[in-house]
């Protein structure tokens, strides 16, 4: 009874670890108010030029003027000759998606008047400003089954303050009697007319085109990368997260990935304006595509070895270690080829990086006619720790190599012990390699970033 109920405590805890894991994204991304700020720019320019294309319905009405008696009026022709959003600001709101917030707009329109007084008839034009208008308008944020994001309006509303309108023409005066009924009138119009345009503008043009963007892209000829959403875009009050699957995958043919990604935990940091995560899920499936595409493939070679360091990669030195080399090929360069025999797959956790590679070495000697003659197949297995900080906006990382295990695979020169070639392989690790590598800073090709608009964190949550 034990077994079978342990054997059904399992199955559900696997059925859990599926559920629960199955949404976890293998990359994220944060968008805080500072990026809003940035993204606010560019987004309140496309809105200003949507706004400045609204199309205003004709007028007409009676109005009753004091000695003059009924006044039949018709505007028409309501041009729109700009909109200008000059305050603008876009902040997330939890649970929805963002809240844009227009205040102190102002528009100018021109347009038509014609007006009946008893028998007569007469026409002008008229130009109407439009102060302080305030817009609020919520976007609620989602997404689709196929991981891309929606867009909808769930709220807006416009209220303008101030309208003044102008007639001018022989009768203009005439207007001017009973502007404010105009006036109010053309308010309420536009008022539901900017509201009309924007969720017609969010749904026609801006969830139209988000449809359009892919969710897959080619990286090289042999791989390509899944971004689509796992989940809804979360919005706090101080940010915009968008959890993305982060999957690589190998164009041939798309398998399903062996392993879920963890859970990815971002710190409460609000300072930069977009943060980046990445799970070790991300990097693990890049190893089994470049795996796949045979992309981890490295030749070591004479050249790449420093010339201080004291060790030539020639048959001579290794004829140390495998007597049979010194008559078999004497005196004759090498090269070795790593590969890995299976993906890599390492863990990120809260002290760091880390992996247990297994590599195999092809060794080689290169012949006088410069063919290769295969000598041996070494399997080489350790384990890399590497740690990776930002520090006052500098990437920096250290690395470290547990002991090297290395054991004969195959040999075309006879066998061998490599008790000794491995002792020395660790020696030269520790004394040679690490110090420098550690000591040029390994990501000193990242760059340095002062002041970066952005900050990338490899975090999981900690381990349970
Ligand atoms: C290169 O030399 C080796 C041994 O001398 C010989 O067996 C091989 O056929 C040569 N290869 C070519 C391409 O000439
Ligand atoms: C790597 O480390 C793990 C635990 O830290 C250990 O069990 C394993 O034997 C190590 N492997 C090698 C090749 O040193």
């Keep these: 009874m034990g077994v079978q109920s342990l054997a059904v405590a399992c199955g559900a805890l696997a059925l859990c670890l599926a559920l629960t894991t199955a949404t976890n994204p293998g990359f994220m991304v944060r968008i805080t108010q500072a990026g809003l700020d940035y993204a606010n720019q560019h987004g309140i320019a496309i809105?200003?030029?949507e706004l400045a294309q609204l199309k205003m319905p004709d007028?007409?009405?009676d109005s009753r003027v004091l000695r003059v008696g009924k006044v039949h009026y018709e505007l028409s022709r309501l041009r729109l000759r700009d909109f200008h959003l000059p305050y603008s600001r876009i902040t997330p709101i939890s649970n929805m998606g963002l809240q844009v917030s227009i205040s102190n707009a102002f528009a100018e329109l021109d347009g038509d008047w014609r007006v009946k007084v008893f028998f007569v008839r007469d026409h002008g034009s008229f130009n109407l400003k439009v102060e302080n208008i305030y817009i609020k308008i919520i976007l609620r944020l989602g997404s689709d089954t196929n991981g891309k994001p929606t867009i909808s309006t769930a709220d807006c509303s416009a209220r303008i303050s101030k309208v003044r309108v102008l007639f001018s023409g022989k009768f203009g005066w005439l207007y001017n009697l009973f502007h404010s009924a105009i006036e109010s009138k053309l308010r309420k119009?536009?008022?539901s007319k900017v509201c009309?345009?924007?969720?017609k503008s969010v749904h026609n043009d801006l969830q139209t085109y988000i449809q359009t963007l892919p969710v897959t892209a080619r990286i090289d000829d042999k791989t390509g990368i899944d971004y689509s959403l796992v989940a809804p875009?979360?919005?706090t009050t101080q940010s915009l997260d968008l959890a993305l699957k982060g999957e690589f995958y190998s164009l041939g043919h798309r398998s399903t990935v062996p392993f879920s990604p963890l859970p990815l935990a971002f710190p409460s940091d609000h300072e930069h304006m977009v943060y980046f995560g990445a799970s070790s899920y991300f990097f693990n499936t890049a190893g089994i595509a470049y795996h796949k595409a045979g992309a981890l493939v490295f030749e070591i070679t004479e050249a790449m070895i420093p010339k201080d360091v004291g060790f030539r990669l020639d048959t001579s030195v290794?004829?140390?270690f495998i007597p049979q080399l010194e008559e078999m090929y004497p005196n004759m360069a090498m090269k070795f080829r790593?590969?890995?025999?299976t993906a890599p797959f390492l863990t990120i956790g809260p002290g760091g990086i880390s992996f247990q590679p297994t590599v195999d070495a092809q060794a080689y000697a290169i012949l006088p006619n410069s063919t290769l003659a295969p000598l041996f197949l070494l399997s080489l297995t350790g384990n890399v720790s590497a740690v990776i900080n930002v520090r006052s906006g500098r990437i920096v990382g250290s690395l470290d190599?547990?002991?090297?295990?290395l054991s004969l695979k195959d040999s075309t020169v006879g066998t061998f012990q490599v008790r000794m070639m491995q002792s020395l392989m660790n020696i030269m690790t520790s004394s040679t390699l690490l110090p420098r590598l550690n000591g040029e800073n390994l990501l000193g090709g990242m760059g340095v970033l002062q002041h970066p608009p952005f900050t990338l964190l490899l975090q999981v949550a900690p381990a349970h």
């Design 47 to 49: 809105l200003e030029k």
């Design 233 to 235: 875009p979360k919005a």
């Design 196 to 199: 009309d345009n924007v969720v």
């Design 401 to 405: 190599v547990g002991r090297i295990r």
């Design 189 to 191: 119009n536009l008022e």
């Design 318 to 320: 290794f004829s140390a």
């Design 338 to 341: 790593l590969s890995a025999p």
């Design 59 to 61: 007028i007409s009405g």
